[in-house]
């Protein structure tokens, strides 16, 4: 037991981390069910590259990376919806068009930067052993957040995610709520990019989530189980990276997925045939 | 006052609280009509069937109906406002479940989402609700799925859950797009007669099919085949010549036996000569 507690005892940066990471869990399990439940996984993703050229932008004009981070994921999800309005083009390659773009736009931008690989590194994979205590409190803020804002949304995002022709009828017009889950995805990729990167975030947001799917059998038990997964991984790939030396962002999310796979396997041992119960 | 059922005489009464009240309208998508010049009074505790093959019009109509797209032309007012402006009075089934096998719910939480458009955004679930939901189930002879995760039930028994969310809903209007798909015979009677309670208990009920019989139970049919073939009571509307041009003569021959032609004073089997 020691090995897992010695790590975080005397060291404030990996107390932040775990902290930090921790939330980041929270949010991205109470989102990922969604993504996971509605096939937001693509979309998703394309958020968390889309903020690249906005941090990047956001940091050789020494702006907030916050800032530049949310009008990367809110260009990001305006070209997505264009896109798909204004052609008969599905959302799948409108959202590839505008993915291959924004990054590529990225590493255009940080290619302007004096320490380019420095910083395209801190971007895509974060540097969860970096934080600041102020760092740690706009995570919990942005937790909270979007904890709360999915709790008073809990129904037309169930309807949603059963059937967006149900919710619409049902009162809640499914565009709008969409956009509003979509609002969630971007916020909580915004804000957790710091630790863990936009190019890791999206695993925390899809890995615990779709490792909880498996067996749950109630949304509420996969979101407390994909939050429970979610941070146990954080703690564990912080152990790893403390004690092997690894990158503690790219350790976390390798845990995660490794943790995926074995629940797999699991489940398959199980209940062999994927099949249905007729 | 067209498509009014003759047979009831207090239409003009009834007109001004008609769950369903078009007069002219045009259904279709991306402002192209599917169909058009639809006239159409379906009062409290009656039934509508729409009927048609694939590509009718029927599933855009009923679509319209529940708000989900705007009417091309006419004036369309259900339960005496336009679509979509009483969620909370309208139950609706929609035509595809394509994502009910990866979600993580239970059939009986699939049902106490019927009582979403009562409660609404934050509303507390009301103390009947969970024997509203109860009741639905078993009303569609499930209640033994109760417990069961939807994605362990066979299609017609998910489309049994969809139907008895939309019981559960309490509606003043059900709009039902084939709920008899999947269904095997018996399930198909207790649909039937759980419709037949909703319309006892005052709600219209609206469902798209393309089984004759489900027309010929109906108080009214529509006949769509991109246009309005026949509508009213099945009885005038259910003619030989309607039902071909409906659905062409293909479908007469794969039911056989199945009377298509419903004339005052008698039916016919799918081969008799028409006599009239």
Redesign the interface.
């Known amino acids: 037991m020691d090995v897992l507690v010695t790590p975080f005892l005397d060291s404030a940066f990996m107390q932040r981390a775990l902290l930090a990471g921790g939330l980041v869990a929270i949010a991205s399990a109470v989102v990922g069910t969604f993504v996971v439940l509605r096939g937001l996984a693509f979309i998703g993703d394309a958020l968390a590259h889309g903020v690249l050229p906005g941090v990047a932008g956001a940091l050789i004009l020494g702006a907030p990376t916050l800032l530049g981070a949310g009008i990367g994921a809110a260009a990001m999800i305006a070209g997505v919806t264009l896109v798909t309005r204004r052609s008969r083009l599905s959302g799948d390659t409108a959202i590839g068009i505008l993915f291959a773009g924004m990054l590529a736009l990225g590493v255009v931008v940080v290619s302007r930067s004096d320490s380019f690989t420095g910083d395209l590194t801190r971007i895509l994979f974060g540097d969860v052993l970096g934080l600041s205590w102020g760092d740690v409190r706009g995570q919990a803020l942005a937790t909270a957040a979007v904890v709360v804002a999915a709790a008073l949304c809990a129904r037309p995002f169930l309807l949603l995610s059963v059937d967006p022709d149900a919710a619409t009828v049902a009162g809640f017009p499914a565009a709008r709520y969409h956009a509003l889950m979509l609002a969630l995805i971007a916020v909580t990729v915004v804000v957790s990019f710091r630790a863990v990167g936009t190019l890791l975030v999206f695993g925390m947001i899809v890995a615990p989530p779709a490792t909880a799917a498996l067996f749950a059998r109630r949304i509420g038990v996969m979101m407390a189980a994909a939050a429970a997964l979610g941070a146990a991984s954080v703690w564990v790939g912080l152990v790893l990276s403390y004690r092997h030396d690894l990158a503690a962002g790219g350790s976390i999310v390798l845990v995660q997925v490794a943790v995926f796979f074995a629940a797999l396997a699991a489940a398959a041992v199980r209940r062999p045939a994927v099949g249905r119960l007729r | 006052m067209r498509g009014v059922p003759a047979r009831r005489p207090a239409a003009a009464a009834v007109v001004a609280e008609a769950a369903v009240h078009a007069r002219g309208v045009a259904v279709g998508w991306h402002g192209r009509a599917v169909v058009e010049g639809i006239d159409l009074v379906v009062p409290p505790g009656t039934s509508l069937a729409l009927v048609g093959t694939n590509g009718s019009g029927k599933s855009t109509l009923l ?1 319209t109906l ?3 797209q705007p009417s091309l032309a006419g004036t369309l007012r259900v339960l005496g406002a336009r679509p ?1 402006a009483a ?2 009075r ?1 139950g ?1 089934v ?1 035509q595809f ?1 394509p ?8 059939a009986a ?2 049902v106490a ?1 019927g009582r ?2 009562r ?4 509303g507390r679930p009301a103390r009947g609700d969970g024997a509203l939901v109860r009741r639905a189930l078993s009303r569609m002879d499930a209640a033994h799925l109760a417990d ?2 939807l ?4 299609g017609g028994q998910q489309q049994r859950v969809y139907v008895a969310q939309a019981l559960a809903a309490e509606a003043d209007l059900l709009v039902l797009d084939e709920p008899a798909s999947g269904l095997d015979p018996s399930a198909r009677e207790v649909l039937q007669g759980a419709l037949d309670d909703e319309r006892a208990r005052g709600a219209a009920v609206v469902t798209a099919t393309h089984d004759i019989r489900d027309a010929l139970a109906a108080d009214q049919a529509l006949l769509l085949a991109g246009r309005v073939v026949a509508a009213g009571p099945p009885a005038r509307a259910l003619t030989r010549d309607a039902v071909m041009e409906t659905f062409g003569l293909v479908l007469t021959d794969l039911l056989p036996g199945v009377p298509i032609a419903v004339d005052p004073g008698h039916a016919h089997g799918a081969h008799d000569p028409e006599h009239r």
């Open positions: 679509r529940v708000g989900l979509g969620p909370a309208v609706y929609g479940h994502r009910g096998f990866v979600l993580p719910l239970r939480d699939v989402m979403f458009a409660r609404g955004l934050l069961a995760p994605r362990e039930l066979s």
